[in-house]
């Protein structure tokens, strides 16, 4: 059982390691760079200028505690068919469940060391203070864990199969529709979920591509949260950091990546058959995508727009907002799809 599982977890691992080639591609990799820099030097000034007093202080752990216990899964790398030719090793297969719970502490015990390392300058505490932050949050983890394989048990201690199944095909696809955003992933299982409150930005238009991109954007995967999540942290740069270059820099680099990520739409039907009997040409794939875009991104523009008048000291770089979305419109989305072409030539 423990080679089963073993070899599972060795081929999980490769395929991410093969699909984060593709994230961290030279585009990704210099703007994450110009964020961390960003980061460290707002961050480090504010250490040398803050006084926070013992109420912030504990809102600050209470935050940082909260986000380092979001972060992770339990991975069983249990499959459909486990459930048919591994139920007479059920014994086996909940020993093995035990030791997954410490396999699946890898990724959050590095990110509960990794916050609470950044945000333990703001505290001024003693480093024995550090210590058992980090071994409590650690403990609670753990706690989590255990919690979660119970509740995958029944009452006479027997597994629930097809709900420790699900599970486990939900924390998969979860990172696969990640990098889907940057690339095509193979094995994805994807659904859709109608928000009927959305139906009317749906366009009454007979361009095949513009209504199904849009409806895919609205509907299935995760391209609606995404920029929800994008938008509000360019809101949050926007209000809380004061100095408006920095602010800028900031939401320029999240609009670009959300530009990026949101490229992935234009494959989002290949996988159909009955796409391919529409009576219309391939480049309609082109001007639907940009439809979408151009809609998506004048909604932030007119949001930065707003706040950046409001809350920003400087107002002059309010237009750099209007023109690196310009710039993203009309230069790097139809270079972006000219390159595709070039590949797939």
Same mark, same amino acid.
């Given at each position: ?10 081929? @999980? ?8 080639? *593709? ?10 760079? $110009? ?13 040398? /200028? ?8 504990? $809102? ?29 090793? %059920? %014994? %086996?297969?909940?020993?093995? #469940? /035990? ?12 990110? !509960? $060391?990794?916050?609470?390392?950044i945000a333990f300058p703001l505290l001024r505490y003693? @480093?024995?203070?550090?210590?058992? @932050? ?12 255990? #919690? /979660? ?13 097809? %709900?420790?199944?699900? *599970? ?6 979860? +990172? ?6 940057? +690339? ?42 995404? /920029?929800?999540? !994008? ?39 290949? *996988?159909?058959?009955? +796409? ?24 932030? +523009? ?13 107002? @002059? ?5 209007? #023109? ?7 230069? *790097? $989305? ?12």
């Amino acid at each position: 059982m423990d080679k089963i599982f073993a070899k599972r977890r060795q081929d @999980w691992y490769e395929q991410n390691i093969k699909y984060l080639r *593709y994230v961290f591609n030279d585009h990704f990799v210099l703007f994450l760079m $110009i964020l961390i820099g960003a980061f460290v030097v707002q961050y480090a000034n504010y250490l040398n /200028t803050h006084t926070a007093t013992e109420f912030e202080k504990y $809102i600050v752990i209470f935050l940082v505690s909260i986000v380092s216990l979001f972060m992770g899964r339990l991975a069983t790398f249990l499959e459909s068919a486990d459930k048919a030719f591994l139920l007479a090793k %059920e %014994e %086996e297969i909940d020993a093995y #469940l /035990t030791k997954a719970v410490f396999y699946s502490m890898i990724m959050p015990v590095f990110s !509960i $060391i990794t916050f609470t390392i950044i945000a333990f300058p703001l505290l001024r505490y003693s @480093w024995i203070f550090l210590v058992v @932050w980090m071994i409590v949050l650690i403990v609670i983890k753990f706690i989590l864990y255990s #919690l /979660t394989l119970n509740r995958f048990h029944d009452k006479s201690g027997m597994l629930k199969w097809d %709900e420790l199944i699900d *599970y486990e095909n939900n924390r998969q696809n979860t +990172t696969l529709r990640f990098f889907a955003l940057f +690339t095509n992933v193979k094995g994805l299982k994807s659904g859709s979920h109608r928000r009927k409150y959305l139906d009317f930005l749906l366009p009454k238009t007979k361009r095949t591509y513009d209504y199904l991109y849009m409806r895919a954007f609205l509907r299935s995967g995760d391209y609606l949260n995404l /920029t929800l999540r !994008i938008l509000l942290l360019q809101v949050l740069a926007i209000v809380f950091i004061p100095n408006s270059l920095l602010a800028m820099i900031l939401v320029v680099v999240l609009s670009y990546l959300l530009v990026f990520q949101l490229m992935a739409l234009r494959e989002n039907y290949d *996988y159909q058959l009955f +796409t391919r009997l529409y009576p219309v040409k391939d480049r309609g794939k082109d001007v639907g995508l940009r439809s979408v875009l151009l809609r998506v991104v004048a909604v932030l +523009t007119l949001v930065q727009v707003v706040l950046g008048l409001i809350f920003m000291s400087n107002k @002059w770089y309010v237009i750099a907002f209007v #023109l690196m979305n310009l710039i993203l419109l009309r230069i *790097y $989305i139809k270079a972006r799809l000219r390159k595709n072409k070039s590949l797939i030539r």
